[in-house]
């Protein structure tokens, strides 16, 4: 199970069973908007305030894998999930609707490809026979919780990035067809002393780099393994400085695809979004709608999700604290069937 220093492989091949993805208005209007499973044509989900439209996006995400699944709650072991949100509510809150055994996590923007693999690795040691994963983030919880509300109307520096407004969620199962999880990377915590809560894509960059080398070091292969190595949402800034660090350290990122969730759910050109998309919902979405969509389709065998987070909290900005950040690897491989 253990591959190298902090990698895990799965003999088992957990299937991705199904997955779902709900979205806002903006991301709807963005090149993959028609990779999602909902739209919503108003970001307030029909809900009274910001809190409740994203708790209510990832409860009709859940609901909705679990229609694709044809299963009910009650035949789901364990649902892990987190988000941006303080003590993590968005999920709690709709862990307590969908009524399954509850792990929260917190890994900030990293927590898509943290929870699929904490799930993957409970599939594999025999703990349950299906596991729900899922996250969400919301445009406007974001900017009141982190930085500004959005009433406020703040103008925002080219590094800032736009919180995705989204939720995705995915189901594994021990057996059926479909895309596997074949192994996974646990990041290390890593630091470069930026304090800046609008330029997030350089604090990431630096362990987005570091659990990509570190993922294949412990597995043994080079990048030209995977089909596309993809970073949560590093933006244009983050994702420039992932490329110039690849080239410092020699790392040959240019043997495979390599590209960013935050630069390809929106349209930089069209979308006043800045660097780019952000936020928990974006490699959720990104990942659980396009990217399996074009698995499914055969435009791809092999991929690597590399979700990145970055730990700040604002009581953490506010007392001076640099940003510590993570980043969280999960290989997903095309066609496969569960031993």
Not at 25 to 30: I, N, Q, V, Y
Not at 262 to 290: F, N, P, W
Request: with cysteine.
């Amino acid at each position: 199970m253990l591959k190298g220093h902090q990698s895990w492989t799965f003999a088992s091949k957990p299937v991705i069973a199904a997955t779902a993805t709900v979205v806002g208005p903006d991301e709807g209007l963005g090149p993959l908007g028609d990779e999602f499973d909902i739209v919503h044509g108003d970001a307030t989900v029909g809900q009274k305030t910001w809190e409740k439209a994203e708790k209510a996006l990832l409860e009709e995400a859940a609901q909705r894998v679990l229609d694709k699944a044809g299963l009910t709650g009650g035949q789901v072991q364990f649902y892990i999930g987190g988000d941006l949100m303080n003590q993590i509510i968005s999920n709690t809150f709709a862990a307590r609707t969908l009524n399954m055994p509850y792990i929260g996590i917190f890994g900030a923007c990293s927590t898509s490809m943290e929870g699929l693999a904490l799930a993957a690795q409970l599939m594999d040691a025999g703990a349950a026979n299906h596991v729900m994963c899922g996250t969400c983030s919301h445009n406007s919880t974001a900017e009141k919780q982190f930085r500004y509300p959005t009433e406020y109307g703040s103008q925002k520096p080219p590094t800032a990035q736009y919180t995705v407004t989204g939720a995705g969620a995915a189901l594994l199962a021990r057996e059926g067809t479909g895309p596997v999880v074949t192994a996974a990377t646990i990041g290390r915590i890593v630091d470069m002393g930026i304090k800046d809560p609008f330029n997030m894509g350089a604090a990431m960059a630096p362990a987005a780099v570091d659990t990509i080398t570190a993922h294949c070091r412990d597995l043994e292969i080079e990048p030209g393994h995977y089909d596309l190595i993809v970073t949560g949402d590093l933006g244009a800034v983050g994702y420039a400085i992932a490329n110039e660090l690849f080239a410092k350290h020699r790392f040959p990122i240019e043997q495979t695809v390599y590209d960013d969730c935050g630069l390809m759910i929106y349209d930089r050109e069209k979308q006043a979004v800045q660097s780019g998309g952000s936020g928990c919902g974006c490699s959720a979405t990104v990942t659980y709608g396009h990217l399996l969509k074009r698995m499914q389709r055969g435009e791809l065998r092999r991929i690597l999700v590399v979700a990145t987070g970055a730990l700040l909290s604002p009581l953490s900005f506010q007392q001076g604290e640099s940003i510590p950040c993570i980043a969280h690897a999960v290989a997903i491989e095309a066609g496969g069937e569960a031993s």
